[in-house]
């Protein structure tokens, strides 16, 4: 069965703390991956998917097929950071339909 | 910036009444989509739109659901009966194409059902 699961509801750090959240997938195919972050108030948006192996706001993901794992990090953690983050995977065909994890609530702390 | 909006952001309804729930997804966007988030859950995919048609649906998306692009430009979601359990948060996306692009989702809308 394909689902997305984020082990931590919160998280909780201090600025400039290093942040780690945790993403682990199961897919039997070859996944499509994505963090999605949700701010105070506001919508869901996309933070970064994994095939543009880009860095945004700081933020990296690796996808790890061994570990089925796609854990978003930053070295330094600021306080426009905290907010909602949810990982997500693209389900097979062409629809893109998105399986979410239950999201994790990361807060920086001044 | 396009955006996909909304509307309304909050409706309460009384169990067993029909609701709808609007939607402009962004206009040169081809893929439509709801998802819902009951409080404390996860965000759930409900059903895509292409075509004119439905492409796929989830097992949530039974007979009281329904969608529509009536005008080219809505895209809404009808609940027919609506239940107790049917009380989340509705997010419409849309997508450009197919593949591995960004979904764009709306602010949502709360629905509370009594």
């Known amino acids: 069965a394909q689902r997305v699961t984020q082990p931590e509801k919160l998280l909780s750090v201090f600025k400039g703390a290093p942040v780690e959240l945790k993403c682990n997938y199961s897919y039997s195919g070859s996944p499509e991956l994505f963090w999605y972050v949700q701010y105070s108030r506001q919508r869901l948006q996309l933070l970064l998917r994994?095939?543009s192996r880009e860095s945004i706001k700081g933020f990296t993901a690796d996808l790890n097929k061994g570990e089925t794992s796609f854990h978003l990090k930053k070295p330094f953690a600021q306080e426009e950071d905290s907010a909602m983050y949810y990982c997500a995977l693209s389900a097979g065909g062409s629809q893109g339909n998105l399986i979410f994890g239950k999201g994790t609530k990361l807060s920086v702390k001044p | 910036e396009p955006e996909v909006t909304q509307t309304p952001s909050h409706q309460v309804t009384q169990m067993g009444q029909e609701v709808i729930l609007r939607c402009v997804p962004i206009?040169?966007?081809?893929?439509f989509y709801w998802y819902r988030q009951i409080l404390g859950q996860k965000v759930e995919f409900l059903v895509s739109f292409y075509n004119n048609e439905i492409s796929e649906k989830s097992e949530i998306f039974d007979d009281q659901f329904s969608v529509e692009r009536p005008d080219g430009s809505n895209f809404t979601l009808k609940i027919r009966s609506t239940k107790l359990e049917d009380s989340a948060m509705y997010f419409c996306a849309s997508r450009v194409e197919q593949g591995n692009t960004e979904a764009f989702f709306g602010q949502g809308t709360r629905l509370t059902v009594v």
């Open positions: 206009s040169n966007h081809l893929y």
């Open positions: 994994h095939i």
